[in-house]
Nanobody, 124 residues
Framework: QVQLVESGGGSVQPGGSLRLLCEAS????????WGWYRQTPGKQRELVAV???????NYVDSVKGRFTISRDDAKNTVTLQMNSLEPEDTAVYYC??????????????????WGQGTVVTVAS
């Protein structure tokens, strides 16, 4: 099975920076899209940033100019560089992979995989 492991969360003061890393393992055939989402208690999970296979990226308006998503297809990883952090960025951050895994000889299966989440806290 394909699994995702996130790291890099923590506590930081407003204006600070954090870098989240998500590493995929398992029989990956192709990654179409990486995404970073976040969720706070009582709210729906929100898409923060997405990186497509063609190098395209997209961000929620609230993080544009502060966050940068980068994918490394050789390592099957994605990072989220978060600068100028604000208290409103406090959340559990999840990475998501949409793509294909090798399910057998000359066979692939579509997958949509989530990481376990990493906590980001921005406070004075």
């Amino acid at each position: 099975q394909v699994q995702l492991v996130e790291s890099g969360g923590g506590s930081v003061q407003p204006g600070g920076s954090l870098r989240l890393l998500c590493e995929a393992s398992g029989p990956i055939h192709m990654i179409n899209r990486w995404g970073w989402y976040r969720q706070t208690p009582g709210k729906q999970r929100e898409l923060v940033a997405v990186a497509g296979s063609g190098g395209t990226t997209n961000y929620v308006d609230s993080v544009k100019g502060r966050f940068t998503i980068s994918r490394d297809d050789a390592k099957n990883t994605v990072t989220l560089q978060m600068n100028s952090l604000e208290p409103e960025d406090t959340a559990v951050y999840y990475c998501n992979l949409v793509g294909w895994m090798i399910s057998g000889p000359n066979r692939q299966r579509n997958i949509d995989v989530w990481g376990q989440g990493t906590v980001v806290t921005v406070a004075s």
